[in-house]
C-alpha cells in the first residue's frame, strides 16, 4: 500500500518503523522544526530524523489546514494515512484526501481517555488497565469508530515514559493490522458508545504541582503520570521550585505534616495526608537531577522545612 504517516515524537518511530517494513512511505508528516531550551538552534521532531535517515519526503505545515498542503496530500495518491501522536487537529478535506482515510492510534482504550494526555490521566487516576486503539480519524476528538485494540497492565512503579514506551512498541503491529485490514476491506470499524468517555486534556504546569495533603497514593500518582513532562514540581522554602522524581509510600515510617521533610536511615521523606513518601531524585531550579540525600546534605534545610503550601 502506498501510505502517508503523520507523527512527531520519539513514540511515533515504532509504528513508522513497523508499517515501512510492509508497505511504501510516500511521505512523512511532522511538526516543523522546534527552538531549543535556549530558544536558538532549531531542532528537528525524531520522526523527521527518522524519516530523513531513510530518504521519505517529509512535510512539515504549520497549520495542516492549509490549502496548499491539502493538495500537495492528495497529489501523492495515497491509499491511506497512519496518524501516532501528530499534533495538530485534521480536517474533514484532508482526511479525504486518501483512498481509504486516516488510522490513528491513540495510546487509550476508547472512549476512555479521549484527548492529548490519555497515558498521564490513567496513571494519575490510578487506573490498572490502558492499551492503545487503532481507529478511523473524523472531525472529532478521537472519537471515530474503533478498528482494533490491544491492552496494557499499567504497573505499580510506571511512569508515563516508561508506559508510553512499551504502549508505543506494542501498538505498532496493531496500526500495521488495521491498515492492512482497511486496504483488504476485512476491516469492520465499530462506532464508539458513549457510556464510558472520559477526557485525558493536556497537563498544565499547575497540574504538575504536588499538593502534599493528598494522600500518599495520590502524590505517588501525580508523580508517575508527570514523569517525564510536564516534570512534578515543588516549591522549597525559600520559594524557589524544585523537580521530582518518582517517590514511595513508606507506610513503616512514622507521620510527619504534609510537605515536611525529614531524614529517617538515609532516606528523605516527605509529609503527606497520609503516610509520608520516600524522595527518589530531585532537580533544584537552575541545576541537575540529583539524590534526594545528596540534595538533602547541601541544602541543610533543618528538621522543621515545609515543601510547598501543603
Not at 499534533?87 to 482504550?109: C, E, K, M, P, Y
Not at 488497565?129 to 480519524?137: H, M, Y
Not at 464510558?196 to 503520570?225: M, T
Amino acid at each position: 500500500m502506498r501510505l502517508i504517516f503523520a507523527g512527531t515524537p520519539d513514540i511515533a518511530v515504532p509504528s513508522l518503523r513497523a508499517l515501512a517494513e510492509r508497505h511504501e512511505i510516500v511521505a512523512v508528516v511532522t511538526q516543523p522544526d522546534a527552538r531549543g531550551k535556549r530558544g536558538r538552534d532549531l531542532h528537528p521532531s525524531p520522526v523527521k530524523a527518522y524519516a530523513e535517515e531513510h530518504g521519505w519526503p517529509v512535510l512539515t505545515p504549520a497549520r495542516a489546514s492549509d490549502p496548499d498542503f491539502v493538495a500537495q496530500i492528495a497529489e501523492l495518491d495515497a491509499d491511506a494515512a497512519a496518524v501516532v501522536a501528530y499534533g495538530q487537529i485534521l480536517r474533514r478535506d484532508l482526511l479525504d484526501a486518501t483512498r481509504l482515510g486516516w488510522v490513528n492510534l491513540h495510546f487509550s482504550l476508547l472512549p476512555a481517555w479521549r484527548g492529548a494526555a490519555p497515558v498521564q490521566r490513567a496513571i494519575m487516576a490510578g487506573d490498572e488497565i490502558t492499551g492503545a486503539s487503532a481507529f478511523l480519524l473524523d472531525e472529532g476528538m478521537d472519537t471515530g469508530p474503533v478498528i482494533g485494540t490491544m491492552s496494557e497492565r499499567i504497573r505499580f512503579n510506571d511512569t508515563t515514559g516508561t508506559l508510553l514506551e512499551r504502549l508505543a512498541d506494542a501498538g505498532a503491529p496493531l496500526l500495521v493490522q488495521a491498515i492492512e485490514a482497511l486496504g483488504a476491506g476485512d476491516a469492520a470499524p465499530i462506532p464508539q458508545v458513549e457510556d464510558g468517555v472520559s477526557h485525558a486534556a493536556k497537563l498544565s504546569r499547575e497540574d504538575a504541582y504536588v499538593r502534599w495533603d493528598r494522600p500518599a497514593h495520590v502524590v505517588d500518582r501525580q508523580i508517575r503520570g508527570c514523569t517525564p513532562a510536564p516534570g512534578a514540581w515543588t516549591t522549597l522554602p525559600d520559594g524557589s521550585a524544585m523537580k521530582l522524581g518518582p517517590v514511595r509510600e513508606r507506610a513503616n515510617l512514622p507521620t510527619t505534616v504534609p510537605g515536611q521533610v525529614a531524614l529517617h536511615d538515609g532516606v528523605v521523606t516527605v509529609g503527606t495526608g497520609g503516610n509520608p513518601v520516600a524522595l527518589g531524585w530531585v532537580q533544584p531550579a537552575g541545576k541537575g537531577q540529583v539524590d534526594a540525600a545528596a540534595w538533602w546534605r547541601g541544602a541543610r534545610l533543618g528538621e522543621t522545612a515545609v515543601l510547598g503550601d501543603a
